[in-house]
């Protein structure tokens, strides 16, 4: 059975006093709903960036890496400088410090560095 022919079965069923608590009850529910990525931090714009991107995050990490030379902590997507990137952050094997690399999802080009 199609989920909508169950969804008005359910609602056939349900009493006409009924019916304001349920709908009270299923709006207090519906937020607690979430996808995937967005329990994750991800936002739904940095998703799609990633699955169309034209390198992968680990090529990302190597392009950055021959940038900032050092170990990578984190990688991920960001809108920056106008364009969806990868951000990739390396900390520095001399002296700790952290920096931001960010590498063009398409060309693989660094764009910049914030440190």
Known sequence: MPITARV????????KGALPAY?????LLLPAVSSDAESKGESAESVAAASS??????????????????????ATVEKKLGKMVYVIE?????????????????SG??????R
């Open 8 to 15: 008005i079965k359910v609602a056939r069923g349900i009493s």
């Open 90 to 106: 390396i900390v520095a094997q001399n002296g700790g410090a952290e920096t931001d690399v960010l590498v063009d999802m398409d």
């Open 53 to 74: 991107a034209k390198i992968s995050p680990e090529q990302a990490k190597q392009v950055a890496i021959g940038a900032v030379p050092g170990e990578v902590t984190d």
């Open 109 to 114: 080009k660094v764009l910049g560095v914030e």
């Open 23 to 27: 709908i009270g009850i299923s709006a």
